[in-house]
């Protein structure tokens, strides 16, 4: 039996794997960090190179 440590953050156009020691959780979901953890207040996107979550 293995042991997750990684998943998909919980924003669901968010591209990002967080490991889960470092989240953000909310609502029992893991989240990349505090802008997709708050549904991108003013547009602001997660600033990880590549992810367009904030479109």
């Not at 953050?9 to 794997?17: M, N, Q, R």
């Not at 708050?38 to 997660?46: I, K, L, S």
Request: net charge negative.
């Amino acid at each position: 039996m293995s042991t997750v440590t990684q998943m998909k953050c919980a924003c669901e156009s968010c591209l990002c794997v967080v490991s889960l020691s470092d989240a953000v959780m909310k609502g029992d979901k893991p989240y990349c960090g505090d802008a997709c953890a708050n549904n991108h207040p003013g547009g602001q996107g997660c600033g990880h190179t590549g992810c367009t979550c904030d479109a």
